[in-house]
């Protein structure tokens, strides 16, 4: 099945440094690639859409200055997180769509990326 | 490996009762979450369970049986806004998500 892959699993880092998060599709392309943010036993909050090749976009009320995305190719997207602060600490999970071939509505989400800021 | 395994998709009738089965083969386990997620929107949570047993919200119920690697969730008195995706997801034992592939559910009246 559709493999997406996330690097790294866990982060700590100082409040004011910048974190990078990798998001892959393994083994198909996907134009489409999602950026959700998780917090303990809550629904995903849809952060923005990552489409290959153009400009995110973001939901309301998330900063796109602060979390910077770029969808470089069809298997990579990548959510920069500016200037972390403690409020910032969260888990990031990324989602990828098939290009075609299979059912559009179908996401395929990662394992998370666990970001602490101290 | 790591594997979920849930039907990709199953059929119900307005006003009863389905059942959507959920099997894990995981590193470690730290609960495992049930998510609803329509066409076009976020998944939203809909039960946690860590410990055996059954849990039930409203129309909504989730069960599970660490010993088996055997989840369930069960949906009552199902209506025709029920249509949606349902995505079960495994906490390992390094805190990652292992997502099951989803099973989408259509419901007839």
């Known amino acids: 099945g559709a493999v997406v892959s996330q690097h790294p699993s866990w982060v700590i880092c100082k409040s004011g440094t910048s974190v990078k998060i990798e998001c892959r599709s393994l083994?198909?392309?996907?134009?489409?690639m999602f950026w959700y943010r998780q917090f303990p036993k809550q629904s995903l909050m849809l952060m923005a859409t990552?489409?290959?090749?153009?400009?995110?976009?973001?939901e309301q009320g998330v900063e796109k200055d602060k979390f910077l995305i770029n969808h470089a190719s069809l298997t990579l997207s990548t959510l920069t997180v500016t200037s972390a602060h403690p409020e910032d600490s969260s888990f990031y999970i990324c989602?990828?769509?098939?290009?075609?071939?299979?059912?559009?509505?179908?996401?395929?989400f990662g394992p998370g990326t666990r970001l602490t800021v101290l | 490996g790591q594997n979920i395994d849930q039907p990709t998709e199953m059929t119900a009738t307005e006003g009863a009762i389905v059942q959507i089965n959920c099997t894990y083969q995981?590193?470690?386990?730290?609960?495992l979450f049930w998510y609803q997620q329509h066409a076009g929107e976020a998944p939203t949570f809909l039960s946690y369970?860590?410990l055996d047993g059954l849990e039930e919200k409203g129309r909504f119920s989730s069960f599970l049986s660490r010993s088996k690697g055997y989840s369930y969730l069960l949906l009552k008195e199902l209506q025709m806004k029920d249509s949606a995706s349902y995505l079960c997801?495994?906490?390992?034992?390094?805190?990652?998500?292992?997502w099951g592939a989803g099973t989408k559910l259509i419901i007839k009246p």
């Open positions: 989602s990828a769509r098939e290009v075609e071939g299979g059912d559009t509505d179908t996401q395929y």
């Open positions: 083994d198909f392309q996907a134009t489409t």
């Open positions: 990552s489409n290959e090749g153009s400009k995110a976009t973001y």
């Open positions: 995981t590193s470690g386990f730290n609960g």
């Open positions: 369970n860590v």
């Open positions: 997801a495994v906490l390992d034992s390094n805190y990652q998500l292992i």
